[in-house]
């Protein structure tokens, strides 16, 4: 069974910067094109970025409200994908969740990705 366990979030000053982390198991990574989404409270979890199953040129895809601030990459080496997060505004405080999608397509939409991480927490304060 794939488990995905997130990391790196945490409290940051507004205009600072944070790196989320995503571990894989329990499956064969490569054959996975990746994603993050993110759930403010009171609001629904939504796409954030993702990332084709061999991340190559121009295979990653992102929300408009953080294109150019956000980056996600993977390493199929070491099993893990992350989210470089820079430019933080407040409005980017939420959860956010690791998933991962074995057809590799509909990366914007949550009902493509079969399996889920138990999210980790990100602050940004003004």
């Known amino acids: 069974q794939v488990q995905l366990v997130e990391s790196g979030g945490g409290l940051v000053q507004a205009g600072g910067s944070l790196r989320l982390s995503c571990a894989f198991s329990g499956g064969t990574f490569s054959n996975y094109a990746m994603g993050w989404f993110r759930q403010a409270p009171g609001k629904e979890r939504e796409f954030v970025a993702a990332i084709s199953r061999s991340g190559g040129g121009g295979d990653s895809y992102y929300a408009d409200s953080v294109k150019g601030r956000f980056t996600i990459s993977r390493d199929n080496a070491k099993n893990g994908v992350y989210l470089q997060m820079n430019s933080l505004k407040p409005e980017d405080t939420a959860v956010y969740y690791c998933?991962?999608?074995?057809?590799?397509?509909?990366?914007?939409?949550?009902?493509?990705?079969?399996?889920w991480g138990q999210g980790t927490q990100v602050t940004v304060s003004t």
């Open positions: 998933a991962a999608n074995y057809f590799g397509d509909s990366f914007y939409s949550e009902d493509a990705y079969e399996f």
